[in-house]
């Protein structure tokens, strides 16, 4: 199913896409832009472009990479201490999926 055909009806609001902060000194105004100006239609491109950055975004890569490998180093010593000591309880970390992305915001 394309992109197109699954967003047909969908509706956006783009109040903070079209607002922007401007503060020469320490008070400031918002500045509203018209959606059908130059620099209007620019911020709503580049809104539904893939360059935008949200929350709804993942970590960088390197980042998720350098997470994972402290898990899995943790879960490491973890079972490592466990095959020294049969009776120390180990705990391991299992459910990492997200926790690069929620640390990185």
């Known amino acids: ?4 055909y699954r967003r ?3 509706r956006h609001e783009y109040y903070w896409v079209l607002h922007d902060w401007d503060a020469p000194i320490s008070y400031g105004h918002w500045i509203q832009t018209d959606p059908r100006s130059k620099a209007g ?4 491109a580049r ?12 970590a960088p890569r390197w ?3 350098v997470s ?3 898990i899995r180093t943790g879960n490491d010593r ?9 009776g120390f309880d180990p705990v391991f ?9 929620w640390s990185w915001w």
Do not use: C
């Open 41 to 44: 239609k620019k911020a709503i």
């Open 63 to 65: 980042y998720r990479k």
């Open 8 to 10: 047909k009806r969908q």
């Open 93 to 101: 970390r299992t459910w990492h999926n997200h926790d690069a992305n």
């Open 1 to 4: 199913m394309s992109r197109t």
């Open 47 to 58: 809104f539904h472009s893939d360059n935008e950055v949200t929350m709804g975004g993942s």
């Open 78 to 86: 973890m079972l490592r201490r466990w095959l020294v000591d049969p």
């Open 68 to 70: 994972d490998h402290q």
